[in-house]
């Protein structure tokens, strides 16, 4: 499906009302093909390959919603979440007249959070937290960002251990640690069979018990490469969910 330019400007003014302008530029995009593709065969070292070409992601700008639940209490804000290569996401809560509530900075390990007109930066998983309650409820600012990491796609490094489920319907990757000289699994991952996207993810802790199930959904191709307009995490503190209604390389114009 062909968008130009000024019509997904007008889908983007319908989403978020005054505050569409926002993000502007935004490039046209298409879903995913519906009609049936065939199945496709892959070994490990053909899916590393794959999947590593899927999880290339340059720099972008999408706008969303992140909604959070939380023993039936539920927070939902909109706004803007800017990608740049290779681990620098900036998360900014935007109230319904596009003025910045917060901005959430992530680069690499270093975590801050500035709040409008509220005095100097927060750091720390404690004092971000709380100072984003107001908007976000009991939101663990590390499954945030999890979350976001598992947006871009998986990668097979060569040195981990992996192991290849091949299923009619699906692949199942697993992910194996070594603990104490054994190996434990540290989370699977589902793949379809027709571009070998991921579906799911599920984490486990170091006793082997579920904690998170991830579910990518909504796959649109986005200047070229397939990404999920829709994520879920369940079996966390929180229920989380983020929801893309526009993406845009941030190189655009």
């Not at 004092?127 to 409820?137: D, F, K, R, T």
Request: proline share 6%; net charge negative.
């Amino acid at each position: 499906m062909s968008v130009d330019r000024g019509g997904l400007q007008r889908v983007a003014w319908l989403l978020v009302g005054m505050w569409a302008g926002i993000l502007a530029g935004c490039s046209a995009h298409r879903g995913a093909v519906t009609e049936s593709l065939p199945r496709q065969d892959a070994t490990l070292p053909e899916l590393a390959r794959v999947l590593a070409e899927h999880a290339t992601v340059d720099a972008y700008r999408a706008l969303v919603t992140v909604d959070v639940e939380h023993d039936r209490r539920k927070a939902s804000v909109r706004g803007l979440i800017s990608f740049t290569p290779p681990r620098t996401f900036v998360v900014q809560g935007l109230d319904p007249l596009g003025r910045t509530l917060f901005t959430l900075s992530a680069v690499g390990e270093d975590v801050r959070l500035e709040r409008s007109g509220e005095g100097p930066a927060l750091v720390g998983a404690e004092s971000i937290e709380a100072g984003l309650a107001p908007w976000m409820g009991s939101l663990r600012v590390a499954d945030l960002l999890r979350l976001l990491g598992a947006s871009h796609g998986v990668v097979i490094d060569p040195l981990d251990l992996v192991a290849l489920e091949r299923g009619e319907d699906q692949y199942t990757l697993y992910f194996l640690l070594m603990d104490g000289g054994r190996p434990r699994l540290d989370r699977k991952v589902f793949l379809e069979r027709t571009r070998f996207l991921p579906t799911r993810e599920e984490w486990f802790d170091p006793h082997g018990s579920s904690r998170a199930l991830i579910h990518l959904d909504r796959y649109e191709q986005v200047a070229g490469r397939w990404r999920p307009f829709m994520v879920t995490a369940s079996g966390l503190a929180d229920t989380l969910r983020i929801r893309v209604h526009e993406l845009a390389p941030a190189g655009d114009p």
